[in-house]
């Protein structure tokens, strides 16, 4: 098993095929080499990535914006796996700014995941900015405050609503991987200083 999500096992296979997909890019000789320790820092980054994506296709489940497929035999798609979104709406990438504040597993999910972006525009949807933080940006800009917080007219007004809602993103899919989701040994957070290869120390 990768992980267990809602108590269900998500297959060590999504793993697997995604790694053997890295190594058989043009660019695989910048990963680092097979069983080493890098190496498994690298599949527990991974690791993180998928999970984030599979917690985003069963939250969708949840939302009743994906239907979960009929059961399947022993050795088929798991359901999770088998999910697949409805219409999903497009969305700007992240600028590097941004990518830095949320960290390179949820950029990386969110950049390439249409069911976490998804998920990121239904779990903000009421996020707004207020009178007060959009009057004290713009004076900060030495701009003419807009009238209404929650309708951008310029990009910088823009900008600082996108920033607001990523910001509730990453606090919504932080709490949600903790209730969520249960990682089996081997396979722990690639940060978690319990497990032998992480080599940061204070």
């Not at 697997?16 to 890098?38: G, I, N, Q």
């Not at 919504?172 to 032998?196: I, K």
């Amino acid at each position: 098993m990768l992980a267990y999500l809602d108590g269900q096992p998500v297959p060590r296979r999504l793993l697997d095929e995604r790694l053997a997909a890295f190594r058989a890019r043009d660019a695989a000789c910048v990963l680092p080499k097979p069983a080493t320790r890098e190496a498994r820092q690298f599949a527990r980054w991974v690791t993180q990535v998928i999970l984030t994506e599979q917690l985003c296709l069963a939250e969708l489940t949840r939302q009743g914006e994906l239907t979960m497929p009929e059961p399947v035999v022993e050795g088929g798609a798991s359901p999770l796996q088998a999910m697949q979104p409805a219409a999903v709406a497009g969305a700007r990438p992240l600028d590097v700014s941004a990518a830095i504040a949320v960290g390179s597993i949820t950029a990386a999910a969110l950049g390439g995941s249409e069911a976490v972006r998804r998920v990121a525009e239904l779990v903000t949807s009421e996020v707004a900015i207020t009178a007060e933080q959009l009057a004290y940006a713009a004076d900060v800009l030495g701009k003419e405050a807009p009238r209404d917080p929650a309708v951008p007219v310029e990009r910088w007004h823009a900008e600082l609503l996108d920033s607001a809602r990523l910001e509730a993103f990453t606090r919504w899919l932080n709490a949600a991987r903790h209730e969520r989701v249960q990682l089996v040994h081997g396979l722990e957070h690639p940060g978690d200083s319990n497990q032998p290869d992480n080599l940061h120390r204070h």
